[in-house]
Protein backbone atom coordinates (compact mmCIF):
# COMPACT_ATOMS: atom_id res chain seq x y z
CA UNK A 1 0.00 0.00 0.00
CA UNK A 2 0.98 3.72 -0.65
CA UNK A 3 2.36 4.67 2.83
CA UNK A 4 0.74 8.10 1.81
CA UNK A 5 -2.13 7.41 1.99
CA UNK A 6 -2.14 6.94 5.51
CA UNK A 7 0.00 9.86 6.32
CA UNK A 8 -2.61 11.06 8.91
CA UNK A 9 -1.57 8.38 11.05
CA UNK A 10 2.28 8.98 10.99
CA UNK A 11 2.58 12.39 10.29
CA UNK A 12 -0.32 14.91 10.21
CA UNK A 13 1.25 17.50 7.76
CA UNK A 14 0.41 14.67 4.84
CA UNK A 15 -3.33 15.06 5.91
CA UNK A 16 -4.51 17.51 3.08
CA UNK A 17 -2.95 15.08 0.27
CA UNK A 18 -4.03 12.02 2.00
CA UNK A 19 -7.63 12.87 2.41
CA UNK A 20 -7.84 13.80 -1.19
CA UNK A 21 -6.72 10.42 -2.42
CA UNK A 22 -8.59 7.89 0.09
CA UNK A 23 -11.82 10.47 -0.69
CA UNK A 24 -12.69 10.98 3.51
CA UNK A 25 -15.86 13.13 3.30
CA UNK A 26 -15.49 16.99 4.16
CA UNK A 27 -17.91 19.63 5.93
CA UNK A 28 -18.89 23.06 4.01
CA UNK A 29 -16.53 24.12 5.68
CA UNK A 30 -13.61 22.15 4.83
CA UNK A 31 -12.90 19.99 7.82
CA UNK A 32 -12.81 16.35 7.59
CA UNK A 33 -15.33 14.81 9.38
CA UNK A 34 -14.80 10.88 8.60
CA UNK A 35 -11.36 9.04 8.43
CA UNK A 36 -11.80 5.61 7.01
CA UNK A 37 -9.17 3.22 5.94
CA UNK A 38 -11.05 1.66 3.18
CA UNK A 39 -11.54 -2.23 1.79
CA UNK A 40 -8.94 -1.87 -0.59
CA UNK A 41 -6.25 -1.63 1.75
CA UNK A 42 -6.96 -4.28 3.64
CA UNK A 43 -3.89 -6.39 2.60
CA UNK A 44 -1.62 -3.86 4.10
CA UNK A 45 1.55 -5.09 5.44
CA UNK A 46 1.20 -3.12 8.65
CA UNK A 47 1.20 0.40 9.82
CA UNK A 48 3.23 2.23 12.62
CA UNK A 49 1.67 4.83 14.41
CA UNK A 50 3.54 7.62 15.74
CA UNK A 51 2.54 10.35 17.58
CA UNK A 52 0.42 13.09 16.30
CA UNK A 53 2.63 16.36 15.26
CA UNK A 54 -0.22 18.77 14.74
CA UNK A 55 -2.70 19.95 16.66
CA UNK A 56 -5.59 17.40 16.22
CA UNK A 57 -8.59 19.40 17.20
CA UNK A 58 -8.10 21.72 14.00
CA UNK A 59 -10.07 19.22 11.86
CA UNK A 60 -12.87 18.74 14.14
CA UNK A 61 -12.89 14.72 13.27
CA UNK A 62 -16.43 13.34 14.30
CA UNK A 63 -15.47 9.43 13.20
CA UNK A 64 -12.71 7.64 12.88
CA UNK A 65 -12.68 3.60 11.49
CA UNK A 66 -9.52 1.83 11.08
CA UNK A 67 -10.13 -1.53 12.51
CA UNK A 68 -8.83 -4.32 10.75
CA UNK A 69 -5.59 -2.67 9.28
CA UNK A 70 -2.84 -4.58 10.96
CA UNK A 71 -1.95 -0.99 12.84
CA UNK A 72 0.70 -1.21 15.05
CA UNK A 73 2.37 0.66 18.28
CA UNK A 74 0.77 2.71 21.16
CA UNK A 75 -2.46 4.66 21.13
CA UNK A 76 -1.37 8.19 20.85
CA UNK A 77 -1.91 10.78 24.24
CA UNK A 78 -3.08 13.62 21.52
CA UNK A 79 -5.97 11.45 20.62
CA UNK A 80 -7.34 13.11 23.59
CA UNK A 81 -7.62 16.36 21.84
CA UNK A 82 -10.02 15.14 18.90
CA UNK A 83 -12.75 17.01 20.84
CA UNK A 84 -15.66 16.55 18.48
CA UNK A 85 -14.92 12.73 17.94
CA UNK A 86 -17.97 10.54 17.97
CA UNK A 87 -17.01 7.26 16.96
CA UNK A 88 -13.35 5.73 17.27
CA UNK A 89 -12.86 2.22 15.68
CA UNK A 90 -9.59 0.53 16.06
CA UNK A 91 -10.35 -3.04 16.56
CA UNK A 92 -8.45 -6.16 15.76
CA UNK A 93 -5.11 -4.60 14.91
CA UNK A 94 -1.73 -4.63 17.01
CA UNK A 95 -2.00 -1.93 19.57
CA UNK A 96 -0.28 -2.35 22.45
CA UNK A 97 0.29 -0.25 25.79
CA UNK A 98 -1.95 1.19 28.12
CA UNK A 99 -5.29 3.51 26.88
CA UNK A 100 -4.26 6.81 27.37
CA UNK A 101 -5.46 9.22 30.52
CA UNK A 102 -6.08 11.54 27.67
CA UNK A 103 -9.36 10.00 26.41
CA UNK A 104 -11.55 11.51 29.09
CA UNK A 105 -11.39 14.64 26.82
CA UNK A 106 -14.03 13.08 23.96
CA UNK A 107 -16.95 14.47 25.17
CA UNK A 108 -19.09 13.54 22.59
CA UNK A 109 -17.73 10.02 22.03
CA UNK A 110 -20.33 7.63 21.50
CA UNK A 111 -18.87 4.23 20.60
CA UNK A 112 -15.45 2.94 21.37
CA UNK A 113 -14.14 -0.03 19.57
CA UNK A 114 -10.69 -1.52 20.81
CA UNK A 115 -11.20 -5.41 20.71
CA UNK A 116 -8.75 -7.94 19.74
CA UNK A 117 -5.10 -5.59 20.17
CA UNK A 118 -3.16 -6.32 22.82
CA UNK A 119 -3.85 -3.40 25.06
CA UNK A 120 -2.61 -3.48 28.51
CA UNK A 121 -2.75 -2.08 32.14
CA UNK A 122 -6.52 -0.96 33.68
CA UNK A 123 -9.16 1.04 32.19
CA UNK A 124 -8.30 4.47 32.83
CA UNK A 125 -10.74 6.40 35.48
CA UNK A 126 -11.21 9.34 32.60
CA UNK A 127 -13.38 7.41 30.63
CA UNK A 128 -16.10 8.06 33.11
CA UNK A 129 -15.72 11.94 31.56
CA UNK A 130 -16.95 10.34 28.20
CA UNK A 131 -20.93 11.33 29.42
CA UNK A 132 -22.32 10.39 25.92
CA UNK A 133 -20.94 6.95 25.62
CA UNK A 134 -23.38 4.38 24.66
CA UNK A 135 -20.98 1.61 23.68
CA UNK A 136 -17.90 0.02 24.68
CA UNK A 137 -15.88 -2.77 23.33
CA UNK A 138 -12.31 -3.44 24.96
CA UNK A 139 -12.70 -7.28 24.69
CA UNK A 140 -9.66 -9.57 23.26
CA UNK A 141 -6.93 -7.84 25.15
CA UNK A 142 -4.72 -8.21 28.09
CA UNK A 143 -6.36 -5.21 30.15
CA UNK A 144 -6.14 -6.08 34.02
CA UNK A 145 -6.90 -4.21 37.24
CA UNK A 146 -10.19 -3.76 38.58
CA UNK A 147 -13.29 -2.04 37.13
CA UNK A 148 -12.86 1.60 37.90
CA UNK A 149 -15.84 2.75 40.52
CA UNK A 150 -16.48 5.67 38.04
CA UNK A 151 -18.06 3.69 35.36
CA UNK A 152 -20.97 4.14 37.23
CA UNK A 153 -20.81 7.76 35.64
CA UNK A 154 -21.66 6.32 32.08
CA UNK A 155 -25.88 6.81 32.22
CA UNK A 156 -26.31 6.44 28.64
CA UNK A 157 -24.05 3.62 28.01
CA UNK A 158 -25.99 0.44 26.82
CA UNK A 159 -23.43 -1.86 25.82
CA UNK A 160 -20.03 -2.55 27.41
CA UNK A 161 -17.78 -5.65 26.51
CA UNK A 162 -15.16 -6.03 28.63
CA UNK A 163 -14.45 -9.62 28.35
CA UNK A 164 -11.25 -12.27 27.37
CA UNK A 165 -9.25 -9.63 29.53
CA UNK A 166 -7.38 -10.21 32.92
CA UNK A 167 -9.62 -7.84 34.91
CA UNK A 168 -9.65 -8.90 38.68
CA UNK A 169 -11.32 -7.55 41.95
CA UNK A 170 -15.21 -7.54 42.83
CA UNK A 171 -17.72 -5.89 40.08
CA UNK A 172 -18.12 -2.50 41.40
CA UNK A 173 -21.70 -1.91 43.28
CA UNK A 174 -21.72 1.06 40.83
CA UNK A 175 -22.48 -1.21 37.69
CA UNK A 176 -26.20 -0.31 39.11
CA UNK A 177 -26.22 3.16 38.00
CA UNK A 178 -26.37 2.07 34.25
CA UNK A 179 -29.75 2.29 34.36
CA UNK A 180 -29.35 2.47 30.16
CA UNK A 181 -27.24 -1.12 29.66
CA UNK A 182 -28.41 -3.51 27.27
CA UNK A 183 -25.77 -5.65 26.86
CA UNK A 184 -23.03 -6.28 29.82
CA UNK A 185 -20.36 -9.37 28.77
CA UNK A 186 -17.58 -9.52 31.69
CA UNK A 187 -16.67 -13.23 31.18
CA UNK A 188 -13.75 -15.06 30.87
CA UNK A 189 -11.70 -12.39 33.67
CA UNK A 190 -10.62 -12.98 37.37
CA UNK A 191 -13.56 -11.14 39.05
CA UNK A 192 -14.53 -12.44 42.54
CA UNK A 193 -16.60 -11.49 45.19
CA UNK A 194 -20.23 -11.80 44.74
CA UNK A 195 -22.60 -10.95 41.95
CA UNK A 196 -23.17 -7.25 43.98
CA UNK A 197 -27.54 -6.87 44.25
CA UNK A 198 -27.20 -3.19 42.80
CA UNK A 199 -26.89 -4.89 38.97
CA UNK A 200 -30.48 -5.65 39.49
CA UNK A 201 -31.32 -1.77 39.30
CA UNK A 202 -29.81 -2.24 35.57
CA UNK A 203 -33.39 -1.89 34.73
CA UNK A 204 -32.62 -1.91 30.94
CA UNK A 205 -30.28 -4.91 30.88
CA UNK A 206 -30.98 -8.10 28.49
CA UNK A 207 -27.65 -9.86 28.05
CA UNK A 208 -25.64 -10.68 31.26
CA UNK A 209 -22.02 -12.80 30.35
CA UNK A 210 -20.48 -13.44 33.93
CA UNK A 211 -19.10 -16.81 32.63
CA UNK A 212 -15.63 -18.42 33.33
CA UNK A 213 -14.57 -15.99 36.28
CA UNK A 214 -13.67 -16.77 40.44
CA UNK A 215 -17.07 -15.11 41.27
CA UNK A 216 -18.91 -16.75 45.04
CA UNK A 217 -21.84 -16.52 46.93
CA UNK A 218 -25.28 -16.71 46.03
CA UNK A 219 -27.67 -15.64 42.69
CA UNK A 220 -29.04 -12.25 43.55
CA UNK A 221 -32.77 -12.94 44.02
CA UNK A 222 -33.04 -9.34 42.89
CA UNK A 223 -32.07 -10.41 39.25
CA UNK A 224 -35.22 -11.69 38.99
CA UNK A 225 -36.66 -8.30 38.86
CA UNK A 226 -34.76 -7.61 35.40
CA UNK A 227 -36.40 -8.53 31.95
CA UNK A 228 -33.34 -10.87 31.19
CA UNK A 229 -33.22 -12.79 27.69
CA UNK A 230 -29.79 -13.90 28.48
CA UNK A 231 -28.14 -15.23 31.53
CA UNK A 232 -24.68 -16.66 31.76
CA UNK A 233 -23.00 -17.69 35.40
CA UNK A 234 -21.04 -20.77 34.42
CA UNK A 235 -17.60 -21.77 34.92
CA UNK A 236 -17.54 -19.42 38.39
CA UNK A 237 -16.80 -20.58 41.98
CA UNK A 238 -20.94 -19.64 42.82
CA UNK A 239 -23.08 -21.67 45.75
CA UNK A 240 -26.57 -21.69 47.70
CA UNK A 241 -29.90 -22.17 45.67
CA UNK A 242 -30.87 -20.79 42.91
CA UNK A 243 -32.99 -18.60 43.65
CA UNK A 244 -37.47 -19.11 42.32
CA UNK A 245 -37.11 -15.60 41.45
CA UNK A 246 -35.51 -15.98 38.03
CA UNK A 247 -38.45 -18.23 37.48
CA UNK A 248 -40.53 -15.32 36.55
CA UNK A 249 -38.20 -13.79 33.73
CA UNK A 250 -40.82 -14.70 31.25
CA UNK A 251 -38.32 -13.29 28.36
CA UNK A 252 -35.44 -15.32 29.22
CA UNK A 253 -34.20 -17.34 26.11
CA UNK A 254 -30.75 -18.74 27.51
CA UNK A 255 -29.63 -19.63 31.37
CA UNK A 256 -25.91 -21.27 31.90
CA UNK A 257 -25.43 -22.59 35.33
CA UNK A 258 -23.26 -25.57 34.89
CA UNK A 259 -19.66 -25.62 36.99
CA UNK A 260 -20.39 -23.98 40.16
CA UNK A 261 -20.96 -25.55 43.84
CA UNK A 262 -25.22 -24.89 42.64
CA UNK A 263 -26.78 -27.95 44.98
CA UNK A 264 -30.15 -29.34 43.40
CA UNK A 265 -29.50 -27.93 39.80
CA UNK A 266 -31.17 -31.03 38.08
CA UNK A 267 -34.67 -29.82 40.24
CA UNK A 268 -33.93 -26.60 39.52
CA UNK A 269 -33.74 -27.49 35.35
CA UNK A 270 -36.91 -29.20 35.89
CA UNK A 271 -38.62 -26.06 37.82
CA UNK A 272 -37.03 -23.50 35.34
CA UNK A 273 -38.61 -25.47 32.23
CA UNK A 274 -41.84 -26.03 33.64
CA UNK A 275 -41.98 -21.97 34.05
CA UNK A 276 -40.19 -20.71 31.30
CA UNK A 277 -41.09 -23.51 28.14
CA UNK A 278 -39.03 -21.75 25.68
CA UNK A 279 -35.80 -21.68 27.97
CA UNK A 280 -32.58 -22.87 26.88
CA UNK A 281 -30.98 -24.15 29.74
CA UNK A 282 -27.63 -25.76 30.69
CA UNK A 283 -26.99 -27.23 34.14
CA UNK A 284 -24.20 -29.59 33.21
CA UNK A 285 -21.59 -30.04 30.97
CA UNK A 286 -24.53 -31.62 29.11
CA UNK A 287 -27.06 -29.22 27.55
CA UNK A 288 -30.91 -30.10 28.83
CA UNK A 289 -32.72 -28.18 25.97
CA UNK A 290 -36.40 -27.32 25.14
CA UNK A 291 -38.10 -25.07 22.80
CA UNK A 292 -41.15 -25.73 21.69
CA UNK A 293 -40.75 -29.69 21.97
CA UNK A 294 -38.66 -28.99 18.94
CA UNK A 295 -34.98 -29.59 20.66
CA UNK A 296 -33.14 -26.18 21.88
CA UNK A 297 -32.06 -23.50 19.63
CA UNK A 298 -29.91 -20.86 21.18
CA UNK A 299 -31.00 -17.50 21.31
CA UNK A 300 -29.33 -15.08 19.01
CA UNK A 301 -28.43 -11.14 20.38
CA UNK A 302 -26.96 -8.29 18.84
CA UNK A 303 -23.01 -7.52 19.33
CA UNK A 304 -21.04 -4.62 18.98
CA UNK A 305 -21.59 -2.69 15.95
CA UNK A 306 -18.91 -1.00 13.55
CA UNK A 307 -21.60 1.16 12.35
CA UNK A 308 -21.00 5.08 12.62
CA UNK A 309 -23.33 7.19 14.25
Not at 52 to 81: C, D, M, T, W
Not at 84 to 111: C, Q, S, V, W, Y
Not at 151 to 169: M, Q, S, V, Y
Request: aromatic share 6%.
Amino acid sequence: MNMNDVEFLRDMDGLTNATEQMGWPREQNGNISHMTLKESHKKDSGLRIAPFKVPLQEYRLKHVAISQRHISGHIPISLGNLDMLRTFLAADNDFIGELPETIGGLRHLKKLGLYKNRLTGPIPASLSNCLNLLMVNLSENLLSGHIPTEIGNLHKLEGAWLNNNHFDGKIPPSIGQLTSLIHLNLSHNELSGPIPDEIAECMSLKYLHLEHNLLTGPLPKALGSLDLTYLNCSNNKMIGIVPNELQTMEHLKELHLENNLFPGLENAKIMFMAAIPDLYITVSDECYPKVRGQGGEKVEYDVFKTKMM
